[in-house]
């Protein structure tokens, strides 16, 4: 049935995006010690998860909304923005763009990818972060996160959720990353960090 693989490529979708992908940009960004971080086996890669429990109960929250928000179709983009400790300012800013196809419901014709072609495009990104570190500015100062989620206006959201500016980065630099895609979303990926003066 159609419906089971675009919900196991959700799943691997919303997984990505709150978990593998914040992960990794924390870990290579240097948000938390090295030390907070476990080698996991995903997507034949070796990726790094937290293991501070405050952290770990935050993103599972965040996975958790996300993939409701992923299911109802109204996820726009999920935004990872580092701001600096002392100053509060936006040093870097990734952004992963959504694109749903909203015609794809429970009665439509199956469509054509599987899930190694996800993981694949997944692998790719996930690199593509790790990689990152080698032309993205060194953060040699504390920096704290913040998540940004976007979703459709008339989409309902619990009481915990704040609205919240764009926090874009002035005096930037902008990288595209690679994208990936299931049967029902695109997921186009970005970073955009100062340039130092």
Not at 3 to 28: C, E, K, M, P, W
Not at 87 to 103: C, N
Not at 137 to 147: A, H, I, K, R, T
């Amino acid at each position: 049935m159609c419906i089971h693989l675009d919900a196991i490529l959700l799943s691997r979708t919303s997984s990505f995006g709150s978990t593998f992908g914040v992960n990794s940009i924390l870990y290579q960004r240097g948000l938390y010690p090295a030390e907070t971080f476990t080698h996991v086996s995903k997507y034949e890669l070796t990726v790094l998860v937290t293991n501070d429990e405050q952290l770990k109960k935050y993103l599972s929250d965040v996975l958790a909304q996300i993939k409701d928000w992923l299911f109802e179709k109204v996820l726009q983009k999920v935004v990872i923005v580092i701001c600096r400790l002392d100053t509060s300012e936006v040093v870097e800013r990734w952004q992963f763009d959504i694109e749903t196809d909203k015609t794809v419901t429970e009665d439509s014709a199956p469509r054509e990818k599987s899930l190694k072609e996800v993981q694949t495009e997944i692998k790719g990104l996930i690199r593509q972060i790790t990689a990152s570190v080698t032309f993205l500015p060194l953060l040699d100062y504390p920096c704290s996160f913040d998540l940004l989620i976007y979703t459709d206006k008339d989409s309902k959201s619990s009481e915990q959720w704040l609205e919240s500016g764009p926090r874009f980065v002035a005096n930037s630099e902008e990288v595209r990353l690679r994208s990936f895609s299931t049967t029902v979303h695109k997921v186009d990926a970005m970073v955009c960090y100062k340039i130092n003066d």
